[in-house]
């Protein structure tokens, strides 16, 4: 007798994949369980199910674009419902640049720091160690 169900370790290996896809495809829905008797097994048929779906890959991806007619079909406050977002956003102050102190330019840093060295080597001062 050939194996009726399987483990999702062993439905997986079947399709020489990881344990954990076996698992994502259980979760996702896209297969069939056996839950009832302590363990999760997958019947043999879904197997076949999928090998049952197997098709020509051309190399295209099955996403179908959005046309005009689907856009324009979408209610009007849909449509606009970003640009009333940012509207909003933007009447209640939100995302506004604050206005911050000019800082001095890092060439200032640099000169401060090299007055201050010139400084402590005429009056010998050294650091400390």
Known sequence: MSQV????????????????????QIYAGKVTTIT?????????????KILASAVRYDGSKKVTPRTKKELEALAPELQT???SFLQQ????GKGKVKD???????TGHRDAALK???GASRSGRTRAS
């Open 81 to 83: 419902a970003w640009q």
């Open 36 to 48: 009832e008797y302590g363990r999760i097994m997958i019947p043999a048929s879904e197997v076949e």
């Open 116 to 118: 201050r060295l010139a």
């Open 5 to 24: 169900a399987f483990s999702p370790r062993e439905f997986a290996a079947l399709f020489k994949k990881e344990q954990s896809w076996g698992y994502r």
């Open 89 to 92: 956003k933007r009447k209640r």
């Open 100 to 106: 911050v102190e000019k800082l001095p330019s890092p």
